[in-house]
Every structure is written in C-alpha cells, then in structure tokens.
C-alpha cells in the first residue's frame, strides 16, 4: 500500500513537471504579449523593454521557469501583471464553480447511468437495451457546445425560466436556488457525455456479471432481482466504471471550458480563457498548474475507490 | 407406429414404501435452442424421491446432471430453453412456475450446492454476509439475529474459528472452506430438498471425503432428501439408497444402490464400474477405461445412444431406442436390447 501510494505521488510529480512545462512553452508561442496589453500598441521599445525587465521577461524560458517554480514550490503562485491581483486568489474564486458543476454533472449521469444499465443489462439486445443503447449513441454524436446552445435557446429564451440563460451565473452564498438555476444547463450538458459512457461501460459489465456462476447461486437463494443487481452484481461490474469515471471528470475540465465560456460562468475555464486572451502568463500558468494536479488527484482517488470496491484487485 | 417407438418411461422406480414422496418427477425433458440446432440435455427422466432419501445421479461429463438438478431447481435462464414433463416438490409443480414463485421455495424447500465453489461465491462479498442475507431476506431475522446463525452454520459445516471466517473474502479462503460456505448458505433456509452438484469437483482428495462425510452427516441430522450429483459412482456406493446412471441426457439404469452395483444390466454401467477410480480423478476427467467420446447431443445418433461405444452393440441398438424395463427385483430398470446376464456384476 505503501509503495503504492509512493510511486502514484512520484508520477504526480512528473506529470506537474511535464504539464508546466509544456505550457510555459506554449504560452510564449503565443502571438500576444503582456508589454503590448498593459502598455497598448503605440508604445515606445524603450518603454517595452523597461517592462519587460520589470516584469522579469527578458530573462531566458528557462530562467523565468526555475524563479516560477522556485515560487511555486513555497506556495506562492505570483501576482497577475495585467490585473495585478494574486493568482492564488483568483484561482480561489473560480474553482468552487468547477468543483460545484461537476459535482452536480456526476450525480445527474451516475443517477441515470446505473439504473438504465441495470435495465437494459436485464435483458441483453431486448426491446429496452435496444433503444437505450441507440439512444445512448445518438447523445454521444451532439457536441457539448450544440446542447448548450440549444438548451439556452429552449429553456432560457423560449420557456423564459430565470437565471438559466448566458452571464447570469449566480454565486452560492448569494442565493443556493438561483445558483443551481444557474449552474443547471452546463451541469445537464457536461452530465449528458458522461451519462453515456457511465451506461454503456456499465451495461456491458453488468451482463458480463449476469452470466457469472455466483449470480445464479444468489438467485437460488430466493432473494429479489433488485436485490441481486444493486447488491451482488453491480459491485464486481464497477471496476471498469470507476476506472472511466476517473479519467472523465479530468476530462470534463475542459470540456467544462467551452461551456463555462459560452455562458460567461467565471469558473477556471472561462478565467483561463480571458487569461490566454490577455497574456496573462501568471495566471494561465497557475490555472494549467492546479488543473492538472487536479486531474492526477482525481484519477488517484478513483483508483483508490476501486482498491476499496474489489477485494480481488487490493490482494495483488 | 413410427418407425422409433416413444421412449417408455411412465414405469419409474417405486419410492420407498411407506414414505411420502417428497419430489416426483415425471419425463422430465430440456431442450436447449443452440446455433447447431436443439440440444436436449435432459431427455424423458422420470423418478421419485422420499423423504430423507437420497439418490445419486451419476454419469460421465456432459451426461446432462447439471441441466437435470438446475431444471428441478427450476433456475435455469428462460430464453432458449424450454421443459417439458413435471416436478413436483411436495405437490407444488415447478415445471412453469414463474421465478416469483420459485422464490417462495428456493432457500427454504429446496436449495442447491453448486460444482464449483471457485466461482459460486460472490468474490466481493464477506462469507458471513452471503449467509445473512438467506437468513434476513428469506427468513426475516435482524442483522444480529442473523449474524449469530451464520456463526452457528459456520461451526456446523466444520470451518473453524467462525468469527474470523465470517469477515472473510471468498478469495482468502480455500476451495474445501468455500465449498463448507456454500453448504451453509444452502443449509441456512433449513431446505426439504438438497440438490448437491458434484460437491466436491475441484477439490483434492482428501478435502473432497471431508465435505462427503460432512454431507452425509448433515442430511441425518436435518432431515433432508438429497439429490447427489457425480461422475464417480465411489461416491454413491455407500452414500445413496439408489442410483441414477445417466447417459447423454437419459437414465439408461437405476435401481436401489446395493442391487445396481452387484447385479447391473447396462453395458454402461459396468464400464462406468470398471472404470471407477478407488481415489476419485481430477475434475470432468473422460472415464479413461470407456473407449470412445460421449456422442453430441445435438447430433444424437439414432437408437441407443451408447451404441456407438458399446461393445456388445448390435444392429436393433442402432435403429430403436431401448425403454426402460423392470428387471425382477423391485424399483430395478434398465435400457438395453442385450443386457449383461443377470447376477453378473464383477465387484460390488
Ligand atoms: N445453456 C446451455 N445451452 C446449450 N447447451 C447446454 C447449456 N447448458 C448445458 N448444455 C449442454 O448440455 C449438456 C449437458 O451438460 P451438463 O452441464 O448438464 O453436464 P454434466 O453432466 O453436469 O457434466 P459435468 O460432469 O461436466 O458437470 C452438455 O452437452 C452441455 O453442452
Ligand atoms: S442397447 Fe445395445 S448399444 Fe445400447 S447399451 Fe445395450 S447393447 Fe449397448
Ligand atoms: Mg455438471
């Protein structure tokens, strides 16, 4: 167990190595630069390079990264040049809503995904499985940003319900029912991609487990169908489940992005965007960092949920 | 007439006089729609069980003694199968009951302990829970209730320090103290009717005259009527009343298990005789001593299905299935067209 969770924190490591690096890079790549946003285009080179010095940018990539890290690594995570407030407070501020929207995303798609694929396990290729499974795939081939964008347009502009349509995110300590009208639609929308993988990776464990011997002995104990789904075979069949469920909510992060961007929630991904927009390195940098510790965090965790759902795994 | 005359099968072995029967079967008959055509793994069984008797089924692999017990069960899956005939299980039909009603009697009239203890545990659930959940579900005992009488069952299947067993894994467990698991759990709903399918496959010698013994011991103090299931006719020699031999799907002899060993008809079950081991082999072993392979059901061949391994076939075994007849000693049959002399049976 030990050496498990050492070797999983040595990879957290190299991960945050890779990944910052990596966008250190890329962000210098891009076209904008800091000097031109805060100074404008007219500005003077003298000007410029007076900045840049006070901004620590002429120095090497490298340079730069090793101060950045170096502050890192004693919790500071730098004051944002163009807004001059800290990162840290800022990251502050934005990551609740992720952490709320995809909280309320996963209990939607696991409270539709582990019924119907109870459901549709029941009888294999019957009527039920059928349509669920093409409906299923059907969902899978609408990108995120179509759903949004027709949901706004049925839920918020046509059936007029309050605080559903665009910049009108609403925080939780204000008003916790307004703050779920708000979050509602992207939470439906990111729900909608996860529901369906939940289903179909859970349906197909599920039948695997029906045919299993020790089901057959449950049932010749005399005890309920329900009883034999939700206590004998839905345990066994969540290993590939959770495994997925993992790498997803990683996943959605980003594609929380788009969504949180289209209807102006000021959660990571739309900050992360206005950041990019302005150069703000800092800031980009911080977002990248806490992101995907996050993302190694939540894979590590759901790999700890597996060791504790299946005995056959933590004896190896 | 047609040219194959119906099997006969309404002349079943007589129950044991004066005994109530507890489980009648009658032309039992399961037909498995596979993609090579039906299958009829059980074929026309018919027999009588008394109260705390018990009968042993034996045959090679394949013979059809799983697909016999789970129809009498009543648990196999319901698509692609369909039975015919009737069991009656202290007068209640199973042929056709629904699940809902198999409900009401599986646990507390009738319970199986399955071939394979390996697989027939939930692997992620405590033993101990497998056990409760018989005794709360079915019996309505509160957890603590419960729980004590899973310690209690657990003692009595011979596991010791029950306490500790309970909070276990199948998989921290071995195959001889799962297979004692899996006879608590079916002992748990103080069932009429144990089905025990081949109790002890898998396991190594020793173990497997262990959970035999503990069986037998357990039948007599409870009560129950036993079906016991086996390749090794060792087995049944001294632990059954009578015997069922089966071949691909039909019973080709039975009789009271004393009269069957020294005076048997079937060619078959003097080879089964011969070739029974003194130590049971390992698992689903072909009987060495039989030339030939048992025939694939959904291709039988026409007349006895034995024939095609059978020494002492002729030209009629080939063409006409052969009934079942009473030999003279009472509850005694066989199917055969040149049965072995009688008396002539080579060691008991
Ligand atoms: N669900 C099924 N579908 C189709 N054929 C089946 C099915 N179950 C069993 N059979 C076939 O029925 C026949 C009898 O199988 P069965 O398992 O009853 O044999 P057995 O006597 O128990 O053998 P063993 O000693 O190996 O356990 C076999 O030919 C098998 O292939
Ligand atoms: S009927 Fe014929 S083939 Fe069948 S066992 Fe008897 S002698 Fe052999
Ligand atoms: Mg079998």
């Known amino acids: ?316 | 007439m047609s040219a194959t005359p119906e099997r006969t099968t309404s002349a079943t072995t007589a129950p044991v006089a004066s005994e109530p029967v507890l489980l009648s079967v009658r032309d039992l008959t399961t037909t498995f729609a596979t993609n090579a055509g039906p299958l009829r793994a059980v074929d026309g069984v018919s027999f009588d069980l008394g109260r705390e008797e018990v009968l042993g089924v034996v045959g090679e692999s394949g013979s059809g003694k799983t697909v016999l017990s789970r129809t009498i069960m009543g648990l196999l899956a319901r698509s692609r199968v369909t039975v015919s005939g009737s069991v009656r299980l202290d007068g209640v039909e199973i042929v056709g009951a629904s699940e809902n009603a198999m409900r009401q009697l599986w646990s507390t009239r009738v319970a199986m302990v399955f071939q394979d203890p390996m697989t027939s545990l939930n692997p992620v659930m405590r033993v101990g829970h497998q056990i409760d959940e018989v005794l709360r579900v079915r019996l309505g005992l509160s957890r603590t209730a419960a729980r004590a009488r899973s310690l209690e069952l657990l003692s009595l299947v011979g596991i010791p320090s029950p306490a500790e067993r309970y909070r276990a894994y199948p998989g921290q467990l071995s195959g001889g103290m799962r297979q004692r698991v899996v006879i608590a759990i079916a002992l748990a709903g103080a069932p009429a009717l144990l089905l025990a399918d081949e109790p002890t496959t898998g396991l190594d010698v020793t173990i497997q005259a262990q959970i035999l013994n503990l069986l037998d011991d357990l039948t007599a103090r409870l009560h129950m009527s036993v079906v016991l299931v086996t390749h090794d006719l060792g087995v049944v020699a001294t632990r059954t009343s009578r015997i069922m031999v089966m071949y691909a799907g039909r019973v080709v002899e039975s009789g009271p298990t004393a009269d069957v060993f020294a005076d048997h008809r079937m060619p078959y079950t003097r080879a089964l005789l011969e070739c029974s081991p003194r130590v049971s082999n390992a698992p689903h072993t072909r009987l060495a001593a039989i030339p030939g392979r048992p025939p694939n059901l959904a291709a039988l061949p026409a007349g006895c299905s034995f024939a095609p391994r059978c020494a002492y076939a002729t030209e009629r075994c080939h063409r006409e299935v052969p009934a079942l007849v009473e030999t003279t000693t009472p509850g005694h049959q066989y199917a055969c067209w040149n049965p072995l002399p009688a008396r002539g049976g080579p060691r008991p």
């Open chain 1, 1 to 316: 167990m030990l050496r498990y969770v050492v070797r999983r924190l040595l990879t957290l490591v190299g991960i945050v190595i890779v990944i910052s690096v990596g966008s250190f890079y890329l962000i210098h790549l891009l076209p904008g630069n800091p000097a031109t946003v805060i100074l404008g285009t007219g500005d003077s080179p003298a000007n410029r390079a007076l900045l840049y010095k006070q901004l620590g940018l002429n120095r090497s990539l490298v340079a730069q990264y090793v101060i950045w890290m170096g502050n890192v690594l004693h919790g500071n995570l730098g004051v944002s040049f163009i807004s001059q407030t800290s990162v840290a407070s800022t990251i502050r501020a934005a990551l609740p809503i992720d952490v709320e929207l995809i909280v309320l995303s996963q209990i939607l798609a696991f409270a539709f995904a582990v019924p119907l694929a109870m459901r549709s396990a029941r009888h294999p290729d019957g009527l039920v499985d059928r349509l669920l499974s093409a409906g299923s795939f059907t969902l899978l081939s609408i990108p995120p940003f179509i759903v949004i964008v027709l949901l706004v347009l049925v839920v918020s502009i046509k059936l007029g319900v309050a605080n559903t349509g665009p910049s009108s995110y609403v925080s939780l300590a204000t008003d916790w029912v307004a703050n779920l009208e708000s979050l509602s639609l992207p939470a439906f929308t990111l729900a909608l991609g996860s529901f369906v993988l939940y289903f179909r990776v859970l349906r197909s464990d599920l039948i695997a487990t029906l045919q299993e011997e020790f089901i057959t002995m449950a049932r010749s104990k005399g005890i309920s169908h329900r009883r034999i789904m939700w206590r004998h075979a839905l345990r066994p069949s969540s290993v590939a489940l959770l495994g997925t469920a993992g790498v997803n909510i990683g996943g959605l992060l980003a594609g929380g992005f788009v969504v949180e961007y289209l209807l102006a929630i000021p959660g990571l991904g739309y900050t992360l965007i206005s950041a990019i927009a302005s150069s703000d390195y800092l800031l980009v940098q911080g977002i990248v960092l806490v992101v995907s510790v996050g993302v190694v965090l939540v894979n590590f965790l759901f790999d700890f949920a597996i060791n504790l759902i299946d005995p056959r795994i933590s004896r190896e």
